[in-house]
């Protein structure tokens, strides 16, 4: 599931990724708040955090991560990922240089660097 961080500078979308990601946590959490974010700021900064308690996405979720990325394309200000999960640091290093961001890779242990960086 998808869990807000609390206590976060204004306009940073700042989720907790725990447990199995599905569909419902993008429709639910994930994609209204990242609208809300691009409608009051026309970009969007974001943070997720996928720490130890995070078990992976179900298909369609991955469907809807990918989907998510196409349609705000372009609102992407800055990304923050937070992680010590290989597959997904790899996976975002392969894709960073293809999104109009700037786009930051941190370990677990660096949220608040983190936040800092993507508020900024």
Do not use: C
Not at 26 to 35: A, G, H, R, S, V
């Amino acid at each position: 599931m998808f869990t807000p961080i609390k206590n976060t500078p204004p306009g940073l979308v700042a989720l907790d990724a725990t447990g199995k990601i599905t569909d419902a946590d993008y429709k639910d959490t994930f994609e209204p708040q990242l609208d809300a974010a691009v409608a009051a700021h026309s970009k969007a900064r974001v943070l997720i955090r996928f720490g130890p308690e995070f078990d992976g996405y179900s298909a369609h979720a991955a469907l809807d991560d990918a989907m998510l990325g196409m349609k705000h394309w372009s609102h992407f200000e800055r990304l923050a990922v937070v992680t010590d999960v290989d597959w997904i640091e790899h996976g975002v290093r392969l894709f960073a240089p293809l999104i109009p961001a700037k786009v930051r890779i941190f370990p677990v242990g660096s949220l608040d660097e983190a936040l800092a960086w993507a508020a900024a």
